[in-house]
């Protein structure tokens, strides 16, 4: 079992920046890839960013290429998605999720995905 805990969303004007961080707990976070999804009010679930299990390679959406940042720190379980320049279209909840299946490669399908945190709603304003 794996639980996920976003926190870091809130409420910024155009431009500005915000700093979204991903807890995990249970099995062994180093193994397994995670990434950021988004939801928007009627809106399907959208890929945002993945990161490998040991943060070797990475994937955005070309929505945030250039803007959005995701790392990883297995010493603390943590992911961290940094995201700068952020636009009205930005607005959503943003969803951590990990994936367990023993792969090299970065999935951008939210299928792939085992676990899902609760969410953190991100809003910018113009």
């Known amino acids: 079992q794996v639980q996920l805990v976003e926190s870091g969303g809130g409420l910024v004007q155009a431009g500005g920046s915000l700093r979204l961080s991903c807890a995990a707990s249970?099995?062994?976070?180093?193994?397994?890839?995670m990434a950021w999804f988004r939801q928007a009010p009627g809106k399907e679930r959208e890929f945002v960013a993945a990161?490998?299990?040991?943060?070797?390679?990475?994937s955005y959406a070309d929505s945030v290429k250039g803007r959005f940042t995701l790392s990883r720190d297995n010493s603390k379980n943590t992911v961290y998605l940094q995201m700068n320049s952020l636009k009205p279209e930005d607005t959503a909840v943003y969803y951590c999720?990990?994936?367990?299946?023993?792969?090299?490669?970065?999935?951008?399908?939210?299928?792939?995905?085992?676990?899902w945190g609760q969410g953190t709603q991100v809003t910018v304003s113009s």
């Open positions: 999720a990990a994936d367990l299946t023993p792969t090299i490669v970065v999935r951008t399908t939210p299928g792939a995905y085992d676990y």
């Open positions: 249970g099995r062994a976070f180093s193994r397994y890839a």
């Open positions: 990161i490998t299990w040991s943060g070797g390679r990475t």
